[in-house]
Structures are given as C-alpha cells and as structure tokens.
C-alpha cells in the first residue's frame, strides 16, 4: 500500500522546526515540511499560494496548517485537488477573528506593527525581566525564522485582510480552548484540545501525533 503524503505548513513567520515532535506511522504517512518563501511586491495571497503549490509534488495530498499556514493551506486546497485540509489553531473564515483584527482592518492599524523589531528577537532575550519572557524569548528565536520585514508586513496583512466568509465544511478544525490569538469563543465547528494554547503544536504534540492519524484517515 502507497503510503499518505502529508504536507505541513507552519504559522506565520514560523520555521518548519516546529513540526519536529510531530511524530505519525511511518508505514502509514510521509511527512512533507512546506517553507515559508518570500512574497513579491504587493502580492495577493492568492498569487502567493499559488507559488507555494508548486512545492507539492503528490497527488491528492493531505494538508496540515497552523495558524496563518491553516490559512495558507485553505487557499491551497482551491487550487489543487486534495485529500483532506485540517487546521490547527486557526480560523476557517474572517468571521472567527476577534473583534481585535476585525478592527485592525478597519482602523489599518495592522500598518503600525513594527515588524524589523522582529528582526532582532536575540536582543529581546538580553532584556527580559522575568523567567516566563526569557523562555518566551528562546521559543521564539528557536521556531520564528523568517525575518524578513517585506514577508512580515505581507504576512500581517495577509490576515488582517483575509476575505473569506463561507467556510469550507470538509476542513478539519482542531483548536485548543486556551487560544489567545484566535479565542474558542469566535470558534465553530471543530475539535476542541483541553488546555490547548495558540501554540499547541510544540505543547500538546502528544496528543497530535496521536489523533492525526485517525483524522486523515476516517471519513470527515
């Protein structure tokens, strides 16, 4: 039996890194790591993902995506045949974002973001003042490679603007009930993780590694 590709893609400004304890059978699955590429100068998402499709070399592949890549691979899977879509601590439509980003296209206020901050996450480590920001600090120089400013400002608009309003039913939503980017409040229609934050691919791999398969495999 040929076995299932599963191509992961991860949240934004994410490195692939963070698909590292995500563990499935390897007599089953194929793991496939998609990287972030840089944007060109105004570009929609749409044109964007469409680049990144390129990167897909399996027919009717799986699609894995957290956050902004739960996005990313919804633009996706409209463009290539696919077998299944799931998202993980994302959104299916503009109509879960909180009333915070909805704002943010509103007021443009997204605009004032200063991504080249991100560029320097090693100076923010040396300046830490507590034990929990110093952590947070490592996690993020570890897990958060792309620092390119175009990318960044493209990214953050990418989802301040995002337009779709219809869900796609055959998406498979798996959303922890402690998200502080996309809180369950706004959420429907998913699997619900007990105790699962906005970055449970590193914290609840566990339970992913093991109920992935299952979600690939059965009918949705």
């Known amino acids: 039996m040929s076995k299932i590709p599963v191509y992961f893609m991860p949240g934004l400004a994410a490195s692939t890194s963070i698909f590292e304890r995500i563990h499935l059978p390897e007599d089953q699955f194929e793991m496939y790591l998609l990287e972030w590429i840089l944007p060109e100068p105004k570009e929609t998402l ?5 680049r990144l499709a390129i990167h897909v070399k399996h027919p009717n592949p799986v699609l894995v995506g957290v956050s902004f890549g ?10 290539i045949p696919v077998q299944k879509t799931i998202i993980i601590s994302s959104v299916k439509t503009r109509n879960e974002f909180p009333r915070r980003l909805k704002l943010a296209k509103t007021t443009k206020a997204y605009k004032l973001v200063p ?3 991100i560029q320097n ?3 923010f480590g040396k300046f830490a003042f507590n034990q929990t920001l110093t952590q947070r600090a490592k996690l993020y120089e570890k897990y958060l490679s792309v620092r390119d400013k175009s990318y960044l400002d493209w990214a953050i608009e990418s989802v301040v603007l995002w337009d779709r309003v219809e ?12 998200d502080e980017v ?9 699997i619900v993780v007990k ?3 906005h970055i449970m691919i590193l914290n609840k791999h566990k339970w992913i590694s093991e109920n ?3 979600f690939i495999l059965y009918p949705s």
């Open 115 to 117: 991504t080249g901050l």
């Open 121 to 123: 996450l090693e100076d």
């Open 182 to 190: 996309f809180p369950i409040k706004y959420i429907q229609n998913c």
């Open 167 to 178: 869900p796609n039913p055959l998406v498979i939503h798996i959303h922890g009930d402690k």
């Open 195 to 197: 105790g699962g934050t």
């Open 212 to 214: 992935l398969p299952k």
């Open 70 to 79: 739960g996005i990313v691979v919804q633009e996706m899977a409209e463009i």
């Open 46 to 50: 749409k044109s964007y993902v469409a």
